[in-house]
């Protein structure tokens, strides 16, 4: 009885998706160390060619909750200069009865501020196409015969653009960046059935790392997503960093009230989640990490939380020539 009632929640929210047309981009927690999954500009940011793999399960314990991964690699054409970044970043997402499978191909020009090269700011653009699938057969309708749910499995494989500026410092960085510049020009049909198409989302990031003391610094960091349908979304993280190997922290996710948005319902959630993340680097070239969502939401009485494990690999060039360490 238990698993029809978690089956029964997750059908409602995706029922929800398909009449609403739209869904948010993917989630991460470990925001900060897959800066080119939020942001084109961030491509070669650390130089050497590095392997970034995140998965995380969300909403364990509820049939078809939320699955993401992510793999992606990138780093610098000129080791010179470093003022040209590329990137390949693929995406599978997966919710209930729908998948979204997306690649990515990524280039940012790398402006040099500084003679020392501690400082950059980065112009990026992402190229590539996505392919959305809905199962039909997965969903439960409540009318019979709802022309809205398709009698089968449908896909359709759409280009897109995403855009972003990204700038650093040893000590700062700032990101703003959006995604999904092609979706409202598209058309939402295949075989006459409904397809859920992307909504154009916007990031706006920022942090920094503050000594404390010998060996203890503290990273604060902050992510704004916005696709003016649904809730504003902040995610606030901080870390404390031990001898630069050690990253423990914590990240609470909410809903703001951002502007008036007369489409949502007033009776709508805003507290959402709060992560536990711990991050080491056992070697200078690798790097993995873990955080754990504990939900805030209404959900937490069907679900056990949510995992996230991410992993980097750094393949050092030659002609070493990172002159600041790179945190972010």
């Not at 029809?4 to 981009?25: D, E, M, P």
């Not at 991460?28 to 793999?53: C, E, H, M, R």
């Not at 955080?291 to 056990?304: E, G, H, R, V, W």
């Amino acid at each position: 009885m238990a698993g029809k009632r978690k089956f029964i929640v997750f059908i409602g929210i995706a029922l929800l998706a398909v009449k609403a047309s739209a869904q948010q981009t993917i989630q991460f927690s470990q925001y900060t160390f897959n800066g080119l999954a939020i942001n084109p500009a961030y491509a070669g940011y650390k130089d050497n060619w590095t392997v970034n793999l995140s998965s995380r399960f969300q909403w364990v314990g509820i049939n078809g909750a939320p699955q993401t991964e992510t793999a992606s690699v990138d780093g610098v054409a000129n080791t010179d200069n470093s003022n040209v970044g590329l990137g390949l970043i693929v995406t599978n997402d997966r919710l209930g009865p729908e998948s979204t499978t997306s690649a990515y191909a990524n280039y940012a020009y790398r402006l040099q501020l500084d003679e020392s090269d501690t400082r950059r700011l980065c112009f990026g653009i992402g190229a590539g196409v996505m392919q959305y699938s809905l199962n039909g057969s997965a969903l439960i309708a409540t009318d019979a015969g709802d022309a809205d749910i398709p009698a089968g499995s449908v896909s359709k494989i759409t280009p897109d653009v995403r855009f972003g500026l990204y700038y650093y410092s040893p000590s700062f960085y700032v990101g703003a960046s959006a995604f999904n510049l092609l979706s409202s020009t598209l058309v939402n049909t295949t075989n006459n059935a409904p397809i859920v198409s992307q909504v154009r989302t916007f990031y706006l990031t920022a942090g920094a790392m503050l000594p404390l003391s010998d060996g203890i610094d503290a990273k604060p960091s902050f992510m704004v997503k916005e696709d003016f349908k649904g809730p504003t979304n902040l995610d606030l993280t901080n870390y404390f960093v031990f001898d630069k190997l050690v990253w423990v922290g914590a990240s609470y996710r909410t809903g703001v009230a951002a502007w008036n948005k007369s489409n949502l319902q007033s009776s709508l959630e805003n507290q959402d989640a709060v992560a536990a993340i711990a991050q080491i680097s056992v070697s200078d070239n690798f790097r993995i990490g873990y955080s754990y969502d504990f939900t805030l939401t209404k959900l937490a009485n069907y679900q056990s939380g949510s995992h996230e494990l991410s992993i980097s690999i750094s393949f050092p060039n030659k002609k070493q020539r990172v002159i600041s360490p790179r945190y972010f």
